[in-house]
């Protein structure tokens, strides 16, 4: 059964940076997409990022578009996401998430689904002003 467990939330001040890590076993890891979902308070849970089993082909949600940068090592099992710039709004549990063979898109963009093949328990990060 895969599992996949994150790593690296804290609370930093808004422009700094932080680097989530999200370590996967119980799976062949380079079949697989991988992505990035964060949960606010109160909101819904959303998509982040995903990338490609190969980590040629990344996507990003409008709102961390040049400021999140995802990538993968697949002899590590392990995926991160570079975080830069952080703002108050990125503020949230994030969650690492096997998605299945790619990332779903349509004409170029990402199309996450909550419909994954495995969640993490989510690491907190707290952006304060």
């Known amino acids: 059964q895969a599992q996949v467990e994150e790593s690296g939330g804290d609370l930093v001040q808004a422009g700094g940076s932080l680097r989530l890590s999200c370590t996967a076993s119980g799976l062949r890891f380079d079949d697989y997409a991988m992505a990035w979902f964060r949960q606010a308070p109160g909101k819904e849970r959303e998509g982040v990022s995903c990338?490609?089993?190969?980590?040629?082909?990344?996507y990003y949600t409008d709102a961390v578009k040049g400021r999140f940068t995802i990538s993968r090592d697949n002899a590590k099992n392990t995926m991160y996401l570079q975080m830069n710039n952080l703002k108050s709004d990125d503020t949230a549990t994030y969650y690492c998430a096997v998605v299945g063979g790619t990332c779903r898109a349509s004409h170029g963009v990402w199309t996450p689904s909550l419909e994954v093949r495995s969640w993490g328990q989510g690491t907190q990060v707290t952006v304060s002003l």
């Open positions: 990338i490609s089993w190969s980590g040629k082909t990344t």
